[in-house]
């Protein structure tokens, strides 16, 4: 079985400041990565997802997430954040059954 | 391409009473999944078909909760009878299948906001 945990519940950082949303996971098997953003009263959209090869992905709206395979972790970054990206971000990992989603960081960007 | 349609947007009931979702996923797409989302937790699977079979309910709560697509297309979520802690967004995502890959990437719908009173 996967489980994933999102280590921060919120992270408020200051527009124009680059941000890190950290996210571990564990697994017995290979796995696969994802992170998706919910907007508020939205469904969930892909950012991006790992399935293999490099392991700097990057996605969209400029945000890239690296797999670290030996310390079983998959955070993601922005250099530059806008109040545009005010969001609800989630880590989910599947090990090509069901999909099994983190508790979600919340992102509020200030001025 | 339009995404996956879900109605009603917003539901309020009172408790022991029954309440349906409806789910029309992306055209083609093979599979079609039903997830809770608890007020600040992630999506939890309730349960997911391929076609029109399930291939997981593993998580679902069959004495009250039941799930059907009977034509392969759309889809419906029923509650009977609703409890309090069924207050939650109902999410329903589809995804193409493409098994060579072994997952594909699974699109969601804008939910149903249920509120149990």
């Keep these: 079985a996967q489980s994933v945990t999102q280590l921060d519940s919120q992270v408020p950082v200051f527009e124009e400041a680059p941000v890190e949303l950290r996210c571990n996971y564990s697994s017995s098997v290979s796995v696969y990565l994802f992170w998706y953003v919910q907007y508020p009263n939205q469904g969930l959209q892909l950012l991006l997802k790992y399935l293999s090869g490099s392991t700097l992905v990057k996605g969209i709206n400029g945000f890239e997430a690296e797999f670290n395979k030996s310390q079983t972790s998959f955070h993601l970054r922005k250099p530059s954040v806008h109040i545009s990206d005010t969001a609800e971000y989630f880590c989910a990992v599947t090990g090509a059954q069901k999909l099994v989603f983190g508790q979600g960081t919340r992102l509020t960007i200030n001025p | ?117």
Excluded: M
């Design chain 2, 1 to 117: 391409e339009a995404g996956v349609a879900q109605s009603p947007r917003y539901k309020i009931i009172e408790k022991r009473q029954s309440v349906a979702f409806w789910c029309n996923p992306i055209s083609g797409h093979a599979t079609l999944y039903w997830y809770q989302q608890i007020l600040g937790q992630g999506p939890k699977l309730l349960i997911q078909f391929q076609n029109n079979g399930v291939v997981d309910d593993s998580q679902l709560p069959k004495d009250r909760f039941s799930a059907e697509r009977l034509k392969g297309v759309d889809s419906t979520l029923k509650i009977q009878p609703a409890k309090l802690e069924d207050s939650a967004v109902y999410l329903c995502a589809s995804s193409l299948e493409l098994p060579r890959l072994g997952v594909d990437t699974q699109y969601f719908g804008p939910g149903t906001r249920l509120t149990v009173l």
